[in-house]
Structure formats: C-alpha cells, structure tokens
C-alpha cells in the first residue's frame, strides 16, 4: 500500500520566520506529488511536483521534489498569521492524504 | 466558493435515521470522491469513482453506502449511523483517476457537510 508521511506533525514560529515542511512516500507507479492547505474547511491546491529538482513557485511558497531520495520539502518565507493552517501532501497515485503539519505562526 | 458544490452544508440525524449527502461539479471529471474527516485530522479516503464505476472502498462500513448516478454527481447514504460517524464529509473531484489523463488533475474539493450523529 502507498505511504505517506509528514514532518513535522505540529509547527509553532512566528511571523517573518521561514518554515520547511517535509513529505515522504513510498508508492509504485509515482506519478505526481501534491501539496493542499486547509484552513477551516475544504483543502485548498498548492503545488503538483512530477520532476525531480524542478522548483514550484508562488509567492512566498515554493515547493521541490526529489525521485531518488523520495520526497518533498514545502518551503514558506516570510511567515505571516495567515499561514496558519493545515499543510497536507498526497500522492497522486491513490489519494490518500499524509497525517498533515498543523502550522501556526504567531503574531 | 469552489466548483464542487455539496448539500447540505450541516446535517443532525439520529442513529435511526436515513439520510444523504450530495455532491455535484460541472468540471467534466470523470473521478469523484468521498473523504471523512474527524478534528485535527487529515482527510480519509473513503470511497473512489472512476468513469461512474466504484474503483476503491477502503474498507467502509456498510452504513455507508455510495452512488453515483453519472459523472457530475456523487451520492452518500448515510444508514443507522453511529455517534462516532459524527465528522466533515468532502467531496472532491479530478480529472481522472490512475490514469494518464490524471497525471496533471489535482483534486478540487467542496466545503464539505458536517455531519452530526445523536
């Protein structure tokens, strides 16, 4: 079965501090890996990563994949309140969810 | 708001009751999905459809029971529910599912409907 995981599980800074959140997988047949936040209800699309070393960019948020090494880092700069959320990573494979990184930045 | 509209938004239902929930989205997908999602945590896979055809059941209790009558809409039925049943369901839809065509489908999410069982 694919597997998911993510660190870390909880993350407390405060704003204007750079956070890096961490996916790993095991899965056959890799296609794609996808990043979500979720605030309070639905989760909302950030990044999909096919390539290796290819970085994706969006504002302060920016997100890279590594095939061998089997994972994915998040990165945000910059941190502000309204970052606080849930950063949740799927594979694209199945769907199925890691266990997430509750995110909270602090005034 | 989001593309993928699901009703309705709060449901409170005793342990006897039969209900359902209701998905829609005019995106042109052909894969739809359920997710339960208890507080503080992620979302669960619960059921997958591709092309109208149920492709994964991880293991949900029969009380539930999905349908999906074509490709933009996606039922629940909900059947002598237990308290702990009591969650946020989300529906969401892509592109295609295990597929070549789902190599760049993200899943697109509705609000979900909170679901309480008494």
């Known amino acids: 079965e694919d597997k998911v995981v993510q660190s870390p599980l909880s993350l407390v800074v405060h704003e204007g501090d750079t956070v890096t959140l961490n996916c790993s997988y095991e899965?056959?047949?890799?296609?794609?890996l996808l990043w979500y936040k979720q605030e309070k209800k639905a989760p909302t699309f950030l990044f999909m990563l096919t390539s290796s070393g290819i970085e994706k960019k969006s504002g302060r948020l920016s997100s890279i994949l590594d095939k061998k090494e089997l994972f994915s880092i998040l990165n945000i700069t910059a941190t502000q309140t309204g970052d606080s959320a849930i950063y949740l990573c799927?594979?694209?494979?199945?769907?199925?969810f890691g266990a997430g990184t509750r995110l909270t930045v602090k005034p | 708001d989001t593309e993928v509209t699901q009703t309705p938004k709060h449901l409170v239902m005793g342990m006897t009751n039969k209900k359902s929930l209701k998905c829609e989205q005019h995106?042109?997908?052909?894969?739809m999905y359920w997710y339960k999602q208890k507080a503080k945590k992620p979302p669960e896979l619960m059921f997958v459809y591709s092309y109208e055809k149920l492709s994964i059941n991880e293991s949900v209790p029969s009380r539930f029971s999905p349908e999906c009558p074509n490709s933009s809409l996606l039922n629940l039925h909900l059947h002598a529910l237990q308290p702990e049943d009591s969650a946020l369901y989300l529906c969401?839809?892509?592109?295609?599912?295990?597929?070549?065509?789902?190599?760049?489908?993200?899943?697109?999410f509705g609000n979900g409907t909170r679901l309480t069982v008494t």
């Open positions: 899965v056959t047949n890799f296609r794609s």
């Open positions: 995106m042109g997908h052909r894969a």
């Open positions: 969401a839809s892509s592109q295609g599912f295990r597929a070549l065509s789902s190599y760049n489908s993200p899943l697109h």
């Open positions: 799927a594979v694209n494979n199945d769907m199925r």
